[in-house]
């Protein structure tokens, strides 16, 4: 195995690493190396290989780190910025965050701002995930922040008067952006947060980067998120990456205030249900997270037009509107909206 994949099965096993040299989990070099490559090319051909494994099976069957194992790394050596952005007209600041891409999180993102703005609050959208523009496109929003006094910025609105603050909006290509390193995003995305005008908004939802790496870590890290909403369909628990995501929450001292299972199901002609993915998982999702099931969202031919078309404000649906509802008796409030 690679140093990279151990690390990645096993957080901890970067300790071991560590202790022989090879401490250097995160940079290129190990990264793509095994283990025995590492060993051989690290630390002048020193270190031990056969007590390197029979420490990492230890503690892979048993979870023990070694005796004299260094503490973990910081979340600052990892790059992660010290002390959060501030905002102060910003009452809550609620993340959207899902194990991986392709779930459906920009379009729950998106839906609780459209759903919250139409029962009166005052909603913002910051896009942390630079993966593509999904959340200016499903707001039709093209124009570029301005700034008139060289320092914040101003944020474009949609249609419906929400402002959008998203790197696809800055950057010139879409390519330009999936090659900006994890700290380079946070730092922009803390910007997006303390240096943007976003007036006084009852909430601002944060669509992060998909994954359980340091992407959405550090813009968890970044921002004072008041709750998280987990995103995933039907087959995505199967794979861990719902566990993965819990715990990462977790880790950061989060709180999951509910989960959406998003394309559940398809509403056939004749008004059957079609399980796409394979049957719900709702209880096994609230079990995992320890948090309420928010909605089951359907696959729904309209949503994916009017995502297509920025026009995600017209879209509509009984499901959607249960989402909002539960969301709102979950979410944390300070006060009537303004
Ligand atoms: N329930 C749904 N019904 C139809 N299309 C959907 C649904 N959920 C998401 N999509 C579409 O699937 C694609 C991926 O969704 P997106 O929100 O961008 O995922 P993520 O942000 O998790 O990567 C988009 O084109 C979106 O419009
Ligand atoms: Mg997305």
Excluded at 291 to 306: E, F, G
Aim: hydrophobic share 45%.
């Amino acid at each position: 195995m690679t140093i990279a994949s151990v690390v990645d099965r096993w957080p901890d096993s970067a300790r071991i690493f560590a202790r022989y040299t090879l401490g250097c989990a995160s940079c290129a070099i190990s990264k793509s190396e095994t283990i025995a490559q590492a060993a051989a090319g690290h630390g002048a051909g020193r270190v031990k290989l056969d007590d390197l494994i029979g420490e990492l099976n230890v503690f892979a069957d048993t979870g023990k780190l070694p005796e004299g194992a260094p503490p973990a790394p910081s979340l600052a050596a990892k790059g992660v910025p010290r002390g959060m952005a501030e905002q102060k007209g910003v009452k809550h600041v609620i993340a959207v965050m899902s194990g991986k891409g392709g779930v459906g999180k920009s379009l729950v993102a998106g839906l609780l701002a459209v759903g919250l703005k139409r029962r009166g609050f005052s909603v913002g959208v910051l896009d942390g995930d630079i993966t593509g523009p999904s959340i200016p496109r499903m707001f039709g929003v093209r124009e570029k922040p301005m700034s008139a006094d060289g320092k914040t910025l101003v944020p474009p609105k949609s249609r419906g008067g929400i402002p959008i603050m998203s790197m696809n909006l800055i950057l010139p290509s879409e390519e330009e952006a999936v090659i900006w390193r994890g700290p380079m995003v946070s730092g922009a995305i803390r910007q997006f947060f303390s240096d943007v005008q976003w007036g006084e908004l009852d909430y601002l939802i944060v669509d992060l980067p998909p994954g359980t790496s340091d992407a959405p870590l550090t813009v968890m890290q970044a921002l004072p998120v008041d709750g998280v909403v987990l995103v995933t369909t039907p087959q995505a628990l199967a794979t861990m990456v719902v566990t993965k995501a819990v715990k990462l929450v977790k880790q950061l001292g989060g709180d999951i205030i509910g989960v959406v299972e998003n394309m559940a199901y398809v509403t056939l002609p004749d008004g059957g249900r079609l399980e796409v993915f394979g049957p719900s998982q709702g209880l096994k999702l609230v079990i995992a997270s320890n948090a309420p099931l928010m909605a089951k969202l359907p696959i729904d031919p309209a949503i994916a037009r009017d995502a297509d078309n920025g026009d995600i404000e017209n879209y509509t649906s009984p499901e959607t509107e249960e989402l909002v509802e539960n969301f709102m008796t979950v979410a944390p409030m300070k006060g009537p909206p303004d």
